[in-house]
């Protein structure tokens, strides 16, 4: 028996899903450029087709019914496609050659990515590789919304994991950043609870590093925090300052060789490890052939490590 759901169009598709991914109406509406009440209507049509409630209407907005939960992971599945269908259509058309989307947290973006995006350059010159580094919150939310084709970062602990298919990449090692005269720069074996006499400039509450390693100063913060993401900022004030920085052991690496100088790493007594990252992608998302490409010269750079 035909099911009347089937003849939902793309553009109510499209409406479950922005409607799901903010809880409201009137945003839902401004992204496909529609008034609220055309909105409002496109979605009574759509809860009679399907014969339910979709969301339930609160004063702070709207909520899914298990059935608009249904409907609104299929629906935006549905749209990434797509999207993705008009990329590569276009593309064609324009005879330009793939495009890759990927994003990474910053110690295997910095360790891994960069000489396998190399690589690729190297072999596929047409190739047009386009790269975030941000935090895992920000990367998953991006490769749900189609904005990636795989990521570099970590499952959040709400994540439900037959979304994605995972694969251990590996796990980032902390290491503290200073300028290359810094009175602690030569001194071996550093007690951890030796830097607290120092300002330390360090990512926000919430991530990774930052949580390692509040978990192992135990609670006790340094003397003064001045908290960032930017790192063309964290350099800067390093460079002025007898700051510490915690960072990526490849980003430290990184930092500590280059020609400009300027830079040392911290000789700690003890090892501190984040848990590890993953290679994640959208499950039962086609890759294109350059993103295919890209994964595999990741993994081998992981692999050699």
Not at 45 to 72: C, D, I, N, Q, S
Not at 113 to 119: C, N, T, Y
Not at 169 to 193: I, K, Q, T, Y
């Amino acid at each position: 028996m035909h099911d009347p759901s089937l003849n939902l169009k793309l553009n109510q598709l499209r409406l479950i899903a922005a409607i799901a991914e903010h809880g409201q109406l009137q945003i839902a509406a401004d992204m496909l450029a529609i008034s609220q009440p055309a909105a409002s209507r496109m979605l009574a049509e759509v809860e009679r087709v399907v014969g339910g409630t979709l969301f339930v209407r609160h004063p702070k907005g709207m909520t899914m019914t298990l059935l608009g939960r249904v409907l609104a992971r299929r629906a935006a599945a549905m749209t990434v496609g797509m999207q993705d269908m008009a990329r590569e259509l276009q593309l064609l058309r324009q005879g330009k050659g793939g495009v890759v989307r990927v994003g990474s947290v910053t110690g295997p973006g910095v360790g891994y990515l960069v000489p396998a995006i190399r690589q690729l350059k190297g072999a596929s010159p047409d190739v047009e590789v386009m790269v975030d580094i941000a935090p895992s919150t920000q990367l998953l939310r991006g490769l749900v919304a189609g904005d990636y084709d795989f990521i570099i970062g970590r499952l959040l602990p709400d994540s439900d994991r037959a979304d994605f298919s995972v694969e251990p990449a590996g796990h980032e090692v902390v290491r503290f950043l200073v300028r290359r005269d810094h009175p602690l720069a030569s001194v071996p074996a550093l007690p951890l609870a030796e830097l607290r006499n120092y300002d330390w400039i360090i990512q926000d509450r919430g991530t990774p590093i930052r949580e390692v390693v509040d978990a192992r100063i135990g609670g006790t913060e340094p003397r003064g925090l001045i908290t960032t993401t930017s790192l063309l900022l964290m350099v800067a004030l390093l460079l002025q300052s007898n700051a510490i920085a915690p960072m990526a052991q490849e980003v430290t690496d990184l930092m500590t060789a280059a020609p400009i100088g300027g830079f040392a790493a911290l000789d700690l007594a003890e090892e501190i490890v984040v848990p590890p990252y993953f290679i994640i992608e959208t499950r039962g998302r086609q890759l294109s052939p350059a993103a295919q490409r890209l994964k595999a010269l990741l993994q081998s750079e992981l692999h050699q490590r």
